[in-house]
C-alpha cells in the first residue's frame, strides 16, 4: 500500500537480481534476450515504472500522484471533477498517497507542467482528467513511460482496450439508456434528448445510450430528429435550445434526458414556464442543484471511479469495486456502472406535490405540518 | 517567489552570519542577548520557519503547502472550499509552489496528518481552512513554529492581531451588513435573517451585520426577535425556519438575508409556494446554484482570499489585494471585503419577470423570442 511496484518486485516476479532488472532497463544488448523478455513481461504485468521507482528511492516518500485542478468554472456540472477529487483525495490517503495539483490551460500546458514535475521529482504517477479526441497527453507519457491512469476514455483511438494505457470511466451510454428507459415506462415514448454540440467523447456516449433505448422502444428514426436539441453547458443556453425543441419538435415532449444537471435545470426552468414543473426530466452528475430541486439524475459514483483509478494505477487485480469489465477479463480498464437516482418530483412544482428531499427520500413532515 | 524566507534572508536582515542564525535556533545560550533578540526580530519580521527551510535545502524543491480537503458534502455551500482551493492551487502554481492535499475527519485527525506529513518532509506550510472556536490546531503550530495561515479568523481569542498566527477572512459582517441595506433600501423595513445556529464565528459575524443595519434603520430592538430563525444549513431545514418565521413573527417579511445560499434557496421556494417568488433574498457565497436561479448573493472574493494566504505566507508586504487592513497597517492579517452581487429576479418569478441571467446582467433576448 502507498507505494507503486519496485525494482525489488519486477526482479522477484522475474526471477533475476535487481542488476539485470537494470541492464534491461538501461543496456538491454548485454542481457539474454529469453531473460530479457521474461523482465518486460514481469514490468508490463506490474505496471512497474522506473521514474517513479528513481524518485522513490531518493526520497523514501510515500508515493506522490499528480492531479490538475483548472481555475474555477462557474458551472453546476463542473462539480463532478471537484467530487471525484475529494473522493481521489480521501482514497489516496488511505494508501499513504498523496494528491499534488497543478494547473494547466490547455492539454500542451499540462504536458508542460507534468515535464516540469518530472524533473522535479516531485509527482510518482499521474491522474489525467477531461480525456477528448486526439489527446496529446496520453502519447507523451507512454513514450516516457511515466505511470498515468485516465479517468475517461481514449476517445478516438482504434484499441481502447491498450492494456498500456490504463483508464477508468463511467458508463454514459448505459446511464442514458436506462434514464430513458425509465421515462419510457413512466411517460411516455416522446422521450427527448438535450445534449451537448457533438465532438465530446462523453456526450457523444450518452446521446448513443439514448439512441440505443429510443430505438429498442421501437421510436421511428423518423421521430427522433424532432426529439433531440444540443446547446453548450449552461442553463440559459438550455433554456433556448428546449423552446426550440417545443417549436420545432411538435410541442412539448412527455420526459427529457439532458446530458447534464446543468442542462436539466434550463428544461425544468421552461417547463415551469408553462405551467408544467411535473415534467418528468433526468440529469447527469446528481449534483447538489439536482437534490436541491428534486431533479432526477445519473450519478457517477466517482467513489468508484477514484478506487479503480488508485488500484490500476498500484496494479491491484483483486478489486471491491462494482463494475463490469471491459471487454472479458480486462484487468487494465475499469468501466463503472453509474446509478440512475429518481426523484418523485420537482420541488418548483407547486407544495402540494412537491414530496422529494434532498436526499431523495419523500420527506412527508413537510406536508403534515 | 515560491521560497518561503531563508535563513540566508534572516542573517542579511539581522546582518550576522548564517552561523549566528543558527545558533539562535538550536543554542540561543552562546549567542549575546542583543544579537539574539535582533535575530529573533528578522525571524519574525520575515516569517521564516527552520522546519520549512530544512526540507528545502534538503531536496532543492520548491515549497509546497498542505491543505485539508475532506469527504465530499453534499451541500451546496460546501463548494466555497472547493472554490478557494481552485484559486490557491491556480495562484500557487503561478508562484512556482505546489499544493498538497489530505485528508482528516476532525480537528484532532488533522495536527495526526500534520505531524506525519512534517516528519516525512513532505509538506513545508499549511493553509488551515473552517477555523473554530478553541481550535487546537493553531496552538499546536505555533509551538513548533510551523509556517502556516488560517483562512477564517481565529473565533474566540482575546486577541485576534496576534501577528505569530496569520489570516486571512472575508468580512461577513459587512457583507451581511451591505445586502441587508440594500434590502431596506428596496424592500421595506422588516428584513429577516435566517442563519445557522448559534456557535459558528462565521455565521454569528454575519448576523451581526444584519444587526447592525437594522440598529441603524431604526428598527426597534423589540421587533428583531420575530424577523430572525437559524436552521442547520440544508434546503429542507431551511424551508421548515422560515415557515415557522412567517407562522410566528407575523407574516411574510419584506426581504430575507440568509447565510448561506443554500438557506436562501429554502427561504425562496417556500415564497415561490406561497405565490412570492419576487420576494427579495439575498444569499451567501454566490454559488453556482444561485447563479443559475436568479438570487442574489455576497461574493465570497475567494481568489483574493487565496492571494492574500500566500503573501503572508511568503511574508510579503505590498499588495495588489484591494482589502481594508485588520487594525491600522497590520500585515500579518487582511480582512477581504465581499462583493454583494444584485440579481433583479429569480428564476422562479414567471417568465414575463425573470430577466437575470448566469452572468447577473439582464439578458432580454430570452423575452424577444
Same mark, same amino acid.
Given at each position: 500500500? &502507498?507505494?507503486?511496484p519496485?525494482?525489488?518486485?519486477?526482479?522477484?516476479?522475474?526471477?533475476?537480481?535487481?542488476?539485470?532488472?537494470?541492464?534491461?532497463?538501461?543496456?538491454?544488448?548485454?542481457?539474454?534476450?529469453?531473460?530479457?523478455d521474461?523482465?518486460?513481461?514481469?514490468?508490463?504485468?506490474?505496471?512497474?515504472?522506473?521514474?517513479?521507482?528513481?524518485?522513490?528511492?531518493?526520497?523514501?516518500?510515500?508515493?506522490?500522484?499528480?492531479?490538475?485542478?483548472?481555475?474555477?468554472?462557474?458551472?453546476?456540472?463542473?462539480? /463532478?471533477?471537484?467530487?471525484?477529487?475529494?473522493?481521489?483525495?480521501?482514497?489516496?490517503?488511505?494508501?499513504?498517497?498523496?494528491?499534488?495539483l497543478?494547473?494547466?490551460?490547455?492539454?500542451?500546458?499540462?504536458?508542460?507542467?507534468?515535464?516540469?514535475?518530472?524533473?522535479?521529482?516531485?509527482?510518482?504517477?499521474?491522474v489525467?482528467?477531461?480525456?477528448?479526441?486526439?489527446?496529446?497527453?496520453?502519447?507523451?507519457?507512454?513514450?516516457?513511460?511515466?505511470?498515468?491512469?485516465?479517468?475517461?476514455?481514449?476517445?478516438?483511438?482504434?484499441?481502447?482496450?491498450?492494456?498500456?494505457h490504463?483508464?477508468?470511466?463511467?458508463?454514459?451510454?448505459? &446511464?442514458?439508456?436506462?434514464?430513458?428507459?425509465?421515462?419510457?415506462?413512466?411517460?411516455?415514448?416522446? /422521450?427527448?434528448?438535450?445534449?451537448?454540440?457533438?465532438?465530446?467523447?462523453?456526450?457523444?456516449?450518452?446521446r448513443? &445510450?439514448?439512441?440505443?433505448a429510443?430505438?429498442d422502444?421501437?421510436?421511428?428514426?423518423?421521430?427522433?430528429?424532432?426529439?433531440?436539441?444540443?446547446?453548450?453547458?449552461r442553463v440559459?443556453?438550455?433554456?433556448?435550445? !428546449?423552446?426550440?425543441?417545443?417549436?420545432?419538435?411538435?410541442?412539448?415532449?412527455?420526459?427529457?434526458?439532458a446530458?447534464?444537471?446543468?442542462?436539466?435545470?434550463g428544461?425544468l426552468?421552461?417547463?415551469?414556464?408553462?405551467?408544467?414543473?411535473?415534467?418528468?426530466?433526468?440529469?447527469?452528475d446528481?449534483?447538489p442543484i439536482?437534490?436541491?430541486?428534486?431533479?432526477?439524475?445519473?450519478?457517477?459514483?466517482?467513489?468508484? /471511479?477514484?478506487?479503480?483509478?488508485?488500484?490500476?494505477?498500484?496494479?491491484?487485480?483483486?478489486?471491491? /469495486? !462494482?463494475?463490469?469489465?471491459?471487454?472479458?477479463?480486462?484487468?487494465?480498464?475499469?468501466?463503472?456502472?453509474?446509478?440512475? !437516482?429518481?426523484?418523485?418530483?420537482?420541488?418548483?412544482?407547486p407544495?402540494?406535490?412537491?414530496?422529494?428531499?434532498?436526499?431523495?427520500?419523500?420527506?412527508?413532515?413537510?406536508?403534515?405540518?
Open positions: 500500500m &502507498g507505494q507503486l519496485t525494482v525489488e518486485d519486477v526482479a522477484r516476479v522475474a526471477q533475476v537480481s535487481r542488476q539485470t532488472v537494470s541492464n534491461v532497463l538501461n543496456t538491454p544488448d548485454i542481457v539474454r534476450p529469453e531473460t530479457r521474461r523482465v518486460r513481461a514481469a514490468i508490463d504485468q506490474l505496471g512497474y515504472r522506473p521514474h517513479a521507482s528513481a524518485r522513490r528511492l531518493r526520497t523514501q516518500k510515500s508515493s506522490t500522484i499528480g492531479v490538475r485542478l483548472d481555475p474555477l468554472q462557474n458551472g453546476i456540472s463542473g462539480g /463532478v471533477l471537484d467530487r471525484f477529487l475529494h473522493a481521489l483525495t480521501e482514497q489516496a490517503d488511505a494508501r499513504n498517497m498523496r494528491i499534488l497543478y494547473t494547466a490551460p490547455d492539454h500542451e500546458g499540462e504536458i508542460e507542467q507534468i515535464r516540469r514535475l518530472l524533473d522535479g521529482a516531485d509527482v510518482d504517477a499521474f489525467l482528467t477531461a480525456t477528448s479526441y486526439d489527446d496529446p497527453r496520453t502519447d507523451w507519457l507512454l513514450e516516457r513511460r511515466v505511470p498515468f491512469v485516465t479517468f475517461g476514455r481514449p476517445w478516438g483511438v482504434d484499441d481502447m482496450s491498450d492494456p498500456k490504463l483508464w477508468v470511466d463511467v458508463d454514459g451510454f448505459s &446511464g442514458a439508456r436506462e434514464a430513458t428507459e425509465h421515462l419510457l415506462r413512466r411517460a411516455g415514448r416522446r /422521450v427527448a434528448f438535450l445534449g451537448w454540440p457533438h465532438g465530446s467523447g462523453t456526450g457523444d456516449d450518452r448513443r &445510450g439514448w439512441l440505443a429510443m430505438g422502444a421501437g421510436v421511428p428514426e423518423a421521430e427522433l430528429a424532432g426529439l433531440e436539441e444540443a446547446a453548450e453547458d440559459v443556453e438550455a433554456r433556448k435550445a !428546449v423552446e426550440r425543441l417545443i417549436q420545432t419538435g411538435g410541442g412539448l415532449p412527455d420526459a427529457l434526458v446530458a447534464s444537471d446543468t442542462l436539466a435545470l428544461a426552468m421552461v417547463a415551469s414556464g408553462i405551467g408544467r414543473p411535473d415534467l418528468p426530466i433526468v440529469g447527469f446528481n449534483t439536482a437534490q436541491a430541486l428534486g431533479i432526477s439524475s445519473v450519478e457517477q459514483r466517482v467513489d468508484q /471511479v477514484a478506487e479503480g483509478a488508485l488500484q490500476l494505477l498500484m496494479g491491484e487485480t483483486g478489486s471491491s /469495486v !462494482v463494475t463490469h469489465d471491459f471487454g472479458s477479463g480486462d484487468p487494465k480498464h475499469r468501466l463503472i456502472t453509474p446509478k440512475l !437516482v429518481v426523484r418523485r418530483s420537482s420541488h418548483l412544482a407544495a402540494e406535490e412537491a414530496g422529494g428531499t434532498e436526499s431523495g427520500n419523500h420527506n412527508r413532515k413537510d406536508k403534515q405540518r
